[in-house]
């Protein structure tokens, strides 16, 4: 009698163990999914209703801590720009880096009242993260509707005037509309020196006032994609 009280109290005691264990388990797996949530920025289910704040601090990062760039924005709009890699991707693709002219970054342009997020801006300067993110976005928003590749020479302010120089470029566009949400690509590149000149990807809910701004600071072969 007495080996079987020592038997069931040891079975009793293994069961408390498992449980225990168990229990300890599901928490490391539930702090590890909140974890893993915390980290996750999906640009291609964004929906412009999320406010800066929220965003930002669903990985980490505090809308005070921002690089003060002269990227334009808006009226009645603020922006902030980072190159944390926290928030400078898309899922598992990371797009922090650097080439010998700027660094790669990310804007999100809200608005000053609400604070509601209104366009994200992706600016890249290496080939291979434009490259990833081009066959990026055709994976997950297939093919796209408007697609051209134009070419001229790049304009500079010479003695405060606005004159166009010798130096070549290929501007490639890429244009999707994913129910409403606009995707537009500008990239170019100096195909005499094989050198790439800058990469601007804006995201934002079809607008009359983004669509001209994209026009502006952009490129004005963004009304030409839309129409088509």
């Known amino acids: 009698m007495k080996k079987i009280k020592i038997v069931l109290f040891f079975c009793f005691a293994l069961l408390q163990s498992c449980n225990s264990q168990t229990k300890k388990e599901e928490k490391n797996n ?52 980072s190159i944390d890699k926290k928030i400078l991707h898309l899922e598992n693709l990371q797009l922090t880096n650097a080439s010998a002219i700027k660094t790669n970054s990310i804007i999100f342009h809200y ?57 070549e470029f290929k501007e490639t566009i890429y244009y999707w509309n994913k129910n409403g949400i606009i995707y ?4 170019k590149e100096n195909p005499v020196k094989g050198v790439d000149l800058g990469f601007k990807l804006f995201v934002f809910k079809e607008d ?20 088509e």
């Open 30 to 81: 539930l702090d590890s999914k909140k974890m893993g949530k915390r980290e996750t920025f999906d640009l291609i289910n964004f929906k412009f209703t999320e406010d800066i704040k929220t965003t930002l601090q669903s990985v980490g990062l505090d809308v005070n801590v921002n690089l003060e760039t002269e990227e334009p924005t808006l009226f009645g709009f603020s922006k902030f720009e």
């Open 111 to 167: 608005e000053n009242e609400n604070e509601i997020v209104e366009m994200i801006q992706l600016n890249l300067f290496t080939k291979k993260e434009i490259e990833k993110t081009i066959e990026y976005l055709k994976n997950r928003l297939g093919k796209e509707k408007y697609t051209t590749v134009k070419s001229g020479f790049l304009s500079d302010v010479i003695n405060g005037e606005l004159v166009t120089t010798k130096e």
């Open 208 to 227: 009359g006032k983004w669509i001209d701004f994209v026009g502006s600071f952009g490129s004005t072969y963004i009304s030409e994609a839309i129409v």
């Open 184 to 187: 537009f690509i500008t990239s």
